[in-house]
């Protein structure tokens, strides 16, 4: 079960063809516009009726974009969504009744631990992001490095009971219409699965992030679930467009919106032009667009057959196309919008595949430009990335999942 953007749902597609070949019986709970994504790689669907794109797209959506920190852009989104969940809830707990075992990402474990605990059904977390307290870091989605040992782990307990209350509505409800008792106070369910040692599975490599070492027993890292892309061939007009010169730059925002498109745009092509490079551009949920001899613009194309023919890659720094530019092995330029993308992009840059880290509200041609002289010119750039990037290909972060699916089944 998952909601979110795409982001949040091509991950689960390996993964869900990995337990697939296992012997399990896969379905994937998400949004009805991924429906496509998922039946192509060979799991069952069930829809979830929010669109999350119309949603960023509305007046509310658009709002998102006048919040200049990520706290306050972090309480907007909270916002929104608590207003979203209670659409969602018939078809989660219809889902859960024909199910044994519940994998459940971050976007709705608290809810989903809720219908699998009035249901019986065993469950486990499989998130992309590390989000349980730890001293180590600032929690990811403030997009923040640290604020002291101490600090980091208060905000961490602070950001689990935000997202507990995003489903203060629905959870009651739903306990009480399967026979739980109510909760006690709020956060009291985080406190249970905190106690009970609920597992939860973190798909993303421990070689990008380490396992904390203060987390409690039951939260491990597996590695990176990639998305299932088994068959699949690029376009003929994008082959064409990459075998007509030297290796271009991607650049794309995923899932992201932004809200001057055009003005965007046409500082990507400068900086590329002045950096003496050919571009790849992904329209993606930002609407970017450009055209040229020197510059393709592009639709949804698998990052794992896009990246590794890249010169560079510039990106939001979510965490599934954080996951696909380290996979491929090429330098990144990141830059990061909102939420746990800074995270990301500061791991890319201690990492030392990444340059620089260009924010986009501090992108202008000069400073995306600068960036990827170095990124495509000094050759430490590529050969950590490369060096990197065998390492991550290596690991088989769905095997962990597996065997812990296996062991609730049991």
């Not at 739980?180 to 070689?207: D, I, K, N």
């Not at 003929?236 to 498109?261: E, I, M, Y």
């Not at 500061?346 to 620089?356: D, Y």
């Not at 990197?388 to 095997?399: C, Q, S, T, Y």
Request: charged share 20%; glycine share 12%; aromatic share 6%.
């Amino acid at each position: 079960m998952t909601a979110g953007s795409r982001g949040d749902v091509a991950p689960y597609t390996g993964l869900g063809h990995a337990l697939l070949r296992a012997g399990h019986e896969v379905t994937l709970v998400t949004h009805t516009r991924f429906e496509p994504l998922v039946t192509g790689s060979g799991l069952g669907f069930h829809a979830l009726p929010v669109d999350p794109r119309a949603e960023l797209e509305s007046s509310r959506g658009r709002g998102l974009h006048r919040s200049a920190s990520g706290v306050g852009k972090l309480v907007r989104v909270a916002e929104m969504a608590r207003t979203l969940v209670g659409r969602m809830t018939d078809d989660l707990v219809a889902a859960a009744r024909t199910s044994d075992v519940l994998l459940l990402s971050s976007s709705l474990a608290p809810l989903g631990h809720t219908i699998a605990e009035g249901l019986s059904l065993p469950s486990l977390g499989a998130f992309l992001q590390p989000l349980a307290p730890t001293r180590e870091f600032a929690p990811p989605v403030l997009g923040v490095g640290s604020w002291g040992a101490v600090g980091n782990r208060f905000a961490g307990h602070g950001v689990g009971l935000a997202v507990e209350r995003i489903f203060a509505a629905a959870v009651p409800t739903v306990r009480a219409r399967l026979g739980l008792p109510p909760a006690r106070r709020p956060g009291a369910a985080l406190r249970a699965r905190e106690r009970q040692g609920w597992p939860v599975l973190h798909g993303f490599s421990p070689l990008v992030v380490p396992r904390p070492r203060d987390w409690r027993a039951g939260l491990d890292v597996t590695g990176y679930w990639w998305p299932y892309d088994h068959g699949s061939r690029l376009p003929a007009h994008v082959r064409d467009f990459l075998d007509a010169g030297p290796a271009p730059v991607f650049v794309g925002l995923g899932s992201a919106t932004v809200p001057d498109p055009g003005r965007l745009s046409a500082d990507v092509v400068r900086a590329l032009r002045r950096a003496g490079l050919r571009g790849v551009i992904q329209r993606g949920w930002a609407g970017l667009e450009a055209s040229g001899d020197d510059i393709l613009t592009i639709d949804e194309v698998p990052h794992s057959l896009l990246f590794p023919e890249m010169a560079a890659v510039v990106h939001h720094c979510g965490a599934g196309t954080t996951a696909a530019g380290l996979r491929a092995g090429v330098p990144a330029v990141p830059v990061p919008i909102q939420f746990d993308e800074g995270f990301w992009a500061a791991r890319l840059a201690a990492l030392g595949v990444a340059p620089r880290v260009v924010p986009l509200r501090r992108l202008t041609t000069e400073t995306l430009a600068s960036a990827l002289v170095r990124a495509t010119r000094e050759p430490g750039f590529r050969q950590r990335a490369q060096e990197l990037g065998v390492r991550v290909r290596g690991e088989d972060g769905a095997g962990p999942v597996v065997d812990a699916v296996n062991r609730l089944g049991r």
